[in-house]
């Protein structure tokens, strides 16, 4: 079963550098508290490590 991560902004992204704010993009994340489900991969999870400050995840089962 392929798994899926779900990932959700908790914090805003006002006063970090622009690198972080392109990352948060790039998951799909706009607003605060806004959910997405992405693939699990070693991509995505580099850029959920990289904000980690600012979201929160958890593993779900695609089946």
Same mark, same amino acid.
């Given at each position: 079963?392929a /798994? #899926?991560?779900?990932?959700?902004?908790?914090?805003?992204? !006002?006063?970090?550098?622009? &690198?972080? &704010?392109?990352t948060? &993009?790039?998951?799909?994340l706009?607003?605060?508290? #806004?959910?997405?489900?992405? #693939?699990? /991969?070693p991509? !995505?999870l580099?850029?959920?490590r990289?904000?980690?400050?600012?979201?929160?995840w958890?593993?779900?089962d695609?089946g």
């Amino acid at each position: 079963m392929a /798994t #899926q991560l779900k990932v959700t902004k908790v914090r805003s992204d !006002i006063g970090q550098n622009k &690198r972080k &704010r392109e990352t948060l &993009r790039g998951l799909g994340l706009k607003h605060i508290n #806004q959910t997405v489900n992405l #693939q699990n /991969t070693p991509e !995505i999870l580099g850029m959920i490590r990289s904000v980690s400050h600012l979201v929160v995840w958890e593993e779900v089962d695609n089946g």
